[in-house]
């Protein structure tokens, strides 16, 4: 301890290594990022095998589970989950609240649209095939809340659209990979986003080695 003492920049040593930490703890967070990335594919890719079932039958399943809904499907409502990217373009994907003919409601994620789509065009009695994935619902860690009356969603979470809408929702909701509709791109669940998690983590690797390094020049410890 006497020598942390008669350190020549005491603040700096203990603040820069609170720093560092902190750099050490967002390189962990990238790198797991990049390792749940990498398990999401191998599960996706484990279920390729097409299953007809009803809304109500969905919780039976797994995630990640290729279903077709077998039933008679209504629009009940239609809303634009923000920030999403296709092919370098900015737009939304399209994210629809479906009931069935024996009352169970399920949300779709229908795909990507562009920024100039018409919300208010959609047709609500299009027939489609609902065949797709089945995924589990946003959490919300951080960033802005949904709210309520909007067109708008910052993500598909569970507990705001059952709250919006008053009804129960299963457990997943059903992203689509085929016949999506009119002007709308289905989402390639086996080509994410390629988030660069990977670069990202060791880059703050960096800055915490960089800093320590730093630190420990300034006040004469190496």
């Not at 797994?62 to 008679?72: G, L, R």
Request: a negative charge; aromatic letters at 14%; one cysteine or more.
């Amino acid at each position: 301890m006497g020598k942390l003492d008669k350190l020549p920049y005491k603040v700096l040593f203990y603040l820069g290594f609170f720093i560092v930490i902190i750099f050490i703890g967002l390189s962990y967070w990238q790198l797991s990022s990049h390792y749940d990335d990498k398990n999401t594919l191998d599960n996706i890719s484990k279920y390729e095998t097409l299953l007809k079932v009803s809304i109500s039958d969905i919780n039976s399943f797994s995630e990640f589970q290729y279903v077709q809904i077998d039933d008679t499907i209504t629009i009940e409502h239609s809303w634009l989950l923000r920030s999403r990217v296709n092919n370098g373009q900015n737009g939304y994907n399209r994210v629809d609240l479906v009931v069935d003919s024996r009352s169970n409601y399920m949300v779709v994620n229908r795909g990507w649209v562009p920024l100039n789509f018409a919300i208010d065009s959609i047709d609500k009695l299009e027939n489609l095939k609902y065949i797709g994935k089945l995924m589990s619902y946003d959490i919300q860690t951080i960033g802005q809340d949904d709210i309520s009356d909007s067109n708008y969603l910052f993500r598909i979470d569970k507990f705001f659209i059952e709250s919006e809408k008053n009804i129960p929702l299963q457990v997943f909701y059903l992203t689509l990979t085929e016949e999506c509709g009119m002007n709308v791109e289905c989402i390639n669940l086996n080509e994410p986003y390629d988030a660069p998690h990977l670069s990202y983590a060791f880059q703050w690797l960096f800055f915490a080695i960089c800093l320590t390094i730093v630190i420990l020049r300034k006040n004469k410890l190496i």
